[in-house]
């Protein structure tokens, strides 16, 4: 259907075709949206290019960000406004730590690989609106990724889950900030779902078999259903939704 016509969105995170990021861009492009790419390293770019092939499209532009380099984000954004000029939607999916700390215990957390996992999956974020906000002079929405390891203690998450616990209280703020421009700040709190980064996060399997056997829906999420939420949250049915954290995640989290 056309539930995003007319609508320019950026998608930021796509690494392959396990990627959530990648979910919400084929049922985007399903929905008309006009979406440009930021990508992260070659192997990302070659990636996209042969998904974008395989589903027809043709002359996306794939913008290359490194969103630890503010220059890098900048001029991303500055390409974003030559191609687009207005921008409607920024899909955030970016999170990285270190392998070795998302195991263990939390104390040994090294002080560099804090900073990283801030840096990369929280504040990212904060740097990402700053430059959207100028090109959405027609209001819009800004959707991240996170993790219920931001509200529990989850076993492994870490210094991840400390991140989410920023990125999230970072969506609050955002959303006082650009409400009074029309643009909606919110994120996604999506159940586990078997991606490259997840497999990051020591004894992954587990924690999906625990998943399972407690949510109220006894199955695990899937990542279509994640793209679904996304997607309201674009359109203009998730107009009025700010500074929310919408769990899409089987009910999990009000029972695990
Ligand atoms: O269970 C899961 N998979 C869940 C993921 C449950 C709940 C939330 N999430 C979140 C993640 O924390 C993340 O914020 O969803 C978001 C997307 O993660 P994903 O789809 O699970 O993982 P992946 O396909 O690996 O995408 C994350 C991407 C990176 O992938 P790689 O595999 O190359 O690390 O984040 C990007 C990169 O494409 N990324 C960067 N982008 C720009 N600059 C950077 C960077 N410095 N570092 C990583």
Redesign the pocket.
């Known amino acids: 259907s056309n539930l995003l016509k007319d609508k320019n969105i950026l998608i930021?995170?796509?690494?392959?075709k396990?990627?959530?990021?990648?979910s919400i861009s084929k049922k985007f492009i399903g929905e008309k949206a006009n979406v440009t790419f930021?990508?992260?390293?070659e192997?990302?770019k070659a990636n996209l290019e042969k998904f974008l092939k395989q589903e027809g499209i043709e002359n996306a532009t794939l913008i290359s960000?490194?969103?630890?380099k503010d220059e890098?984000i900048q001029r991303a954004f500055e390409e974003l406004k030559d191609k687009m000029g207005v921008l409607h939607g920024v899909v955030?999916?970016?999170?990285?730590a270190n392998k070795e700390e998302l195991q263990g215990f939390y104390y040994n957390t090294s002080r560099e690989g804090y900073l990283m996992a801030q840096d990369?999956?929280s504040y990212?974020l904060v740097a990402v609106s700053r430059y959207a906000k100028p090109l959405m002079t027609e209001g819009g929405s800004i959707v991240?990724?996170?993790?219920?390891g931001s509200e529990r203690a989850i076993k492994n998450y870490n210094v991840?889950g400390v991140a989410?616990a920023a990125?999230e209280a970072s969506v609050r703020y955002l959303a006082v900030d650009l409400g009074p421009s029309n643009i909606t700040v919110n994120s996604?709190?999506?159940?586990?779902?078997?991606?490259?980064?997840?497999k990051g996060?020591k004894n992954?399997s587990a924690l999906l078999k625990g998943f399972e056997e407690v949510a109220p829906m006894r199955r695990l999420v899937k990542t279509e259903e994640v793209a679904n939420t996304a997607l309201f949250l674009c359109s203009d049915l998730g107009t009025g939704v700010t500074g929310e954290n919408i769990h899409v995640d089987c009910g999990y989290h009000i029972v695990g």
């Open positions: 930021m995170g796509v690494a392959n396990w990627s959530i990021a990648w930021t990508y992260f390293g192997k990302s960000c490194d969103v630890t890098d955030h999916s970016i999170a990285f990369i999956s990212s991240t990724l996170t993790y219920l991840m989410k990125l996604i709190s999506a159940g586990p779902i078997k991606t490259t980064s997840a996060v992954f």
